[in-house]
């Protein structure tokens, strides 16, 4: 286990009878600062492309993950190197900021991006335009794909993926994303506080080991509900089959159907709900 994912504390666990004092050990969510640099060899710039409160570990990925579902690069190619900073020598931000160095001729306009960037679905953008917007880096769907996943393997992801969610298994406190053969085999899992950096950690991961193309005949499993940001990054990733712990948002199911994503929701306790594209399951 990352033990700068977890830390020490001491509790008062109460219970009807009595009260105790124990040591227990909860989750960290800290700052992680992105950094971006770009322009030629000679004369490079700088830009804060996001900040964003996560777990410490797999801060890489995390930074290539985010990058590339925001369409900032389209492979791991495209990056010269990533490293962690300081700012002006504090020590306490060491593993705190990341940069990444984009190779010199990938064009990256920072005044668009900041633009056009946004965090969550509650920011007032309308439905109709934020789907839009994924539609700039995405392909329209092919619906004839031969990708078929008997539910019986659908019912076990869950299961599966606890026996490996060694953060969760000791504080109860994060989220996973994780990414299943059709046979059910887990493939790639990595935890965080948050939602999307525990998505962007593992879409990140395949970008850099050049496996992106392993989505194509996968299933991707998410510990917590599915909302609009994750479907966002799963189309941009290419996957074709999303199951959620918890409900799906309308955006998020008008985002599935849009993109011809089998979205599943409630997948608990021998049950689930399909909300699109129900042929891929058998």
Do not use: W
Not at 139 to 160: C, M, R, T
Not at 168 to 184: K, Q, V
Not at 189 to 204: P, S, T, W
Not at 227 to 240: C, H, N, W, Y
């Amino acid at each position: 286990m990352n033990q700068l994912a977890v830390q020490s504390v001491q509790i008062t666990k109460v219970n009807e009878m009595t009260s105790e004092v124990i040591d227990d050990i909860i989750v960290v969510e800290e700052p992680l600062e992105i950094r971006l640099g770009y322009g030629p060899m000679d004369m490079r710039d700088e830009t804060n492309v996001s900040i964003t409160m996560r777990t410490p570990g797999n801060d890489f990925e995390l930074a290539t993950g985010f990058l590339f579902t925001e369409g900032i690069i389209k492979s791991g190619d495209d990056i010269l190197s990533v490293k962690y900073c300081t700012d002006h020598q504090k020590l306490e931000q060491q593993y705190n900021i990341v940069r990444i160095e984009l190779r010199p001729d990938i064009e990256f306009e920072a005044s668009a991006f900041n633009r056009n960037f946004y965090m969550t679905s509650a920011c007032g953008i309308c439905g109709k335009a934020s789907i839009d917007a994924i539609a700039v880096h995405c392909a329209k769907p092919v619906l004839g794909d031969l990708l078929k996943v008997n539910k019986e393997i659908i019912f076990l992801l869950s299961e599966k993926l606890k026996q490996k969610q060694t953060i969760f298994n000791n504080t109860g406190g994060i989220h996973a994303a994780a990414l299943f053969n059709i046979d059910g085999e887990l493939l790639l899992a990595m935890e965080d506080v948050g939602r999307h950096n525990a998505l962007d950690k593992l879409i990140g991961s395949l970008v850099t080991l050049n496996k992106l193309k392993q989505v194509e005949n996968s299933v991707l499993f998410l510990s917590g509900r599915a909302s609009f940001e994750l479907l966002q990054k799963a189309t941009v990733a290419g996957i074709k089959i999303v199951c959620a712990v918890g409900a799906p948002s309308s955006l998020a199911v008008n985002t599935a159907d849009e993109f011809g994503i089998t979205l599943i929701g409630f997948l608990r306790e021998g049950r689930f709900n399909i909300y699109t594209h129900a042929f891929r399951i058998l």
